[in-house]
């Protein structure tokens, strides 16, 4: 499968930000060491790790994305938020060295790196401050496409626009190519095609035309992949799909290597939080003395069912009447319950489902076969997500709340597209720190209410 990474393409301000940290770090770390030692050092694992550990939480607590208009409490948050990141560094690197007794003396180890480390976070304000102020946002910057439309689809993207909060807005093309050539480019972010098909070749030649003159010229499938970051269903046709962007190969390196991370990562995560799903155990018993894990048949791979295990978050005989989404303030929800989803604890036995093969740490998240029915007769290409390993987190999980209906289904289904379309052991990490910022910030667990003028 063609690796193609349009993602990257909107986060170029976040890479730049971090790219610019691991910049400052290196130089500031060579000059010093240079300076105390009279040598250039070599390779320190310890100090490689602390710069993964800055540069992980730095994003983490948000850091690196653009402050606003710049006043005073923006300011204060920055600094706060820079010191917070310094001392649960130090706290790392110092921890490391007393658990493992490095034998290196505090004047030529500790000593040294952390008052750098200081120096640094002063360094690396001032540098992200500046660079928030010379490189703003792309979701800040406004942008206007203009639409040829000949399938009714305006109304459908103004929705969509307005649902996602973009900074961007479609117009109608009138079709005067003499007026757009005399305009100014830099007004427009391009040109938005609804169908190429139903376009005359002497539209399409005044369209190649621009293009070859530097306007951007997009399909709607192109238009969505780059603006919204996601494929609303009902705008892909069938002509979309069998082009083969929406399929998967069974067996690729890039899946191989997926299912490796999976494998170490998941049995790793499981020796290291058994002991957290032990006392969670504890307190769930305790509450109300019934069981600590309940099961659900979801469907995975294919569409073939299978049960997932999950830290019990309702009360007992919470479906006694049926099966039915959570929704905002759902009364069946234990008060342990809420504090399990907002922290995603409550997912962690599905971790042994990952073990097995069931499941996968990124994907579609697996649905209950009793709402997949109804979904898949109302919702186009609804069974296209089967075409992935479903994960415990996913590119809809942390780009959309968690939703509990019909429409947020749809949603998410237009971000298990992008995904089937853009997969990518490299998405696959983005959507790792994702969930890691989305979990410490206590986001994306607490249902939504439906939005009556967003896409279905």
């Known amino acids: 499968m063609f690796l193609r990474l349009p993602w990257i393409l909107s986060r170029k301000r976040l890479l730049g930000a971090v790219l610019l940290d691991a910049v400052i770090f290196s130089s500031v770390y060579i000059i010093a060491f240079e300076l105390r030692f009279g040598v250039w050092p070599g390779l320190s694992l310890p100090v490689a790790g602390m710069v993964g550990f800055w540069l992980t939480t730095s994003y983490v607590i948000g850091r690196y994305h653009a402050l606003g208009s710049g006043n005073a409490a923006q300011a204060i948050n920055m600094i706060a938020r820079a010191m917070a990141t310094l001392l649960m560094a130090v706290g790392v690197y110092l921890a490391y060295f007393w658990v493992t007794a490095a034998t290196l003396g505090v004047k030529d180890s500790r000593g040294f790196l952390i008052p750098l480390l200081f120096v640094f976070a002063l360094l690396s304000c001032l540098a992200q401050a500046f660079y928030s102020r010379l490189v703003p946002s792309s979701s800040r910057q406004s942008q206007e496409w203009l639409l040829v439309d000949l399938g009714g689809v305006f109304c459908d993207l103004e929705n969509h626009l307005e649902w996602k909060r973009l900074h961007a807005k479609v117009s109608a093309f009138s079709g005067d190519f003499l007026a757009l050539q005399a305009s100014d480019p830099s007004r427009y972010a391009g040109l938005l095609v609804a169908d190429f098909s139903r376009l005359s070749d002497s539209f399409q030649r005044q369209l190649l035309s621009l293009q070859q003159n530097g306007w951007l010229v997009y399909s709607l499938v192109g238009w969505c992949e780059r603006v919204l970051q996601r ?3 009902e705008l892909l046709t069938n002509a979309d799909l069998l082009r083969g962007d929406f399929s998967l190969s069974k067996d690729t ?3 191989r290597l997926k299912r490796l991370g999976d494998v170490i990562v998941s049995g790793v995560l499981l020796v290291i939080t058994a002991p957290v799903i032990l006392i969670v155990a504890v307190l769930i018993r305790w509450q109300d003395s019934g069981p600590v894990f309940y099961s659900q048949l979801r469907s995975g791979l294919d569409g073939e069912p299978f049960r997932v295990w999950k830290l019990r978050t309702m009360r007992v005989n919470a479906e006694l009447y049926g099966a039915q989404w959570a929704g905002k303030g759902d009364p069946r929800i234990t008060p342990l319950g809420r504090i399990l989803r907002l922290t995603r604890l409550d997912e962690l ?3 042994w489902s990952v073990l097995q093969g069931e499941m996968s740490l990124i994907g579609p998240r697996p ?27 996913g590119w809809a999980q942390v780009n959309y709340p968690y939703g509990a209906s019909l429409e947020d289904a749809a949603n998410k289904l237009s971000y298990d597209l992008y995904y089937l379309r853009n997969f990518s052991v490299l998405l696959d990490i983005l959507i790792l720190f994702k969930t890691i910022r989305l979990v410490f910030n206590a986001e994306g667990a607490i249902p939504v209410e439906p939005v009556s003028n967003s896409g279905p």
């Open 349 to 351: 036995p599905q971790l």
């Open 231 to 233: 494929f609303p269903p």
């Open 367 to 393: 649905e209950r076969p009793e709402f997949e029915d109804n979904l898949e007769q109302q919702i186009p290409h609804y069974r296209l997500r089967h075409l992935m390993r479903p994960g415990l987190s």
């Open 253 to 255: 390196i890039q899946l």
